[in-house]
């Protein structure tokens, strides 16, 4: 028999509790993992609904393999195995980009005496090898698109100028959270994380970086691109990057302020 959806509460705390309650009464589900806005206080709304992951011990193990991909206004259900879990959001997994939504999940149910902990952890922070290539990669690519805006803003096309320099901030934004071993958090939480928990430069406070990046997403100014590019600079050469800025040369001379 199909599995039944999560029957709705009448609030998405009623909601969360029934389905968790389901959930806990299935042997075959060995971990339930919170995530989203509810785990970042002060940020959910009347709107916000509530994230859920299920960890099951594999695919036949439980019914509500089927709920996998369950949306509605107060549950979002991510149903996944233990192995997938494991990967789910590191290098090479396909979900990659979902690292972030467990950098301050809570743990509902273990059932594995603390490894749900122990593998939600994991994802958390960057490792010291993981951070210092995941830090050069994405320098290479920062410097990259910023050249290519003020390569465009030098030669006349500001409106190509200005498209590169939109491209940009993910990049800058990357490296800045990797030199600092921390996972880049969604732009959504991204004033949240550095009000509360500050990357301990107030170069990187939000009342300086946000309207920074502002400016940049707004017009380009080439100004502000190389005031942001020399403070990432620094900040990466400190941290032992500084072939990956050699590495361009001449080039890097674009980037720098034009001397009085």
């Known amino acids: 028999m199909p599995a039944l959806p999560p029957a709705p509460g009448d609030t998405p705390e ?31 709304t009347v709107h916000s609904d509530h994230d859920l992951h299920v ?8 019914p509500l393999s089927e709920l996998d991909g369950f949306r509605s206004a107060h549950l979002d259900l991510v149903v996944i195995t233990l192995t997938e879990f494991r990967r789910r959001g590191l ?6 980009f979902s690292r972030y939504s467990y950098v301050h999940a ?20 960057l490792d010291p090898d993981e951070a210092r290539t995941a830090a050069a990669g994405f320098l290479d690519a920062y410097v990259n698109q910023t050249y ?60 300086r ?7 940049i997403l707004t017009d380009g100014d080439p100004p502000t691109q190389r005031a942001l590019f020399g403070d990432l600079a620094r900040a990466a050469r ?12 001449d080039d890097l001379r674009l980037l720098l302020p034009p001397r009085p």
Do not use: C
Not at 91 to 96: F, N, T
Not at 180 to 201: A, I, S, T
């Open 14 to 44: 009623a909601t969360l509790a029934a389905f968790v309650a389901r959930a806990t009464a299935d042997a075959g589900v060995l971990g339930l993992v919170l995530s989203g806005s509810q785990v970042h206080d002060g940020m959910p």
């Open 55 to 62: 960890v099951l011990r594999d695919r036949d193990a439980s």
């Open 91 to 96: 290098p090479g997994d396909p979900a990659a």
């Open 148 to 207: 290519r805006s003020l390569k465009s803003y030098r030669d006349g096309r500001e409106a190509m100028g200005h498209l590169d320099a939109a491209e940009s901030v993910p990049y800058a934004l990357e490296v800045l959270f990797a030199l600092h071993r921390r996972v880049r958090p969604y732009n959504k939480y991204l004033q949240w994380e550095l009000e509360r928990q500050p990357l301990g430069d107030d170069r990187w406070s939000a009342g």
């Open 238 to 249: 400190a941290a032992g990057h500084g072939e990956v800025l050699d590495s361009w040369g």
């Open 106 to 125: 809570r743990v509902l149910l273990d059932r594995l005496d603390g490894e749900i902990a122990a593998v939600l952890d994991r994802k958390r922070t």
């Open 209 to 215: 970086l946000l309207p920074v990046l502002r400016r």
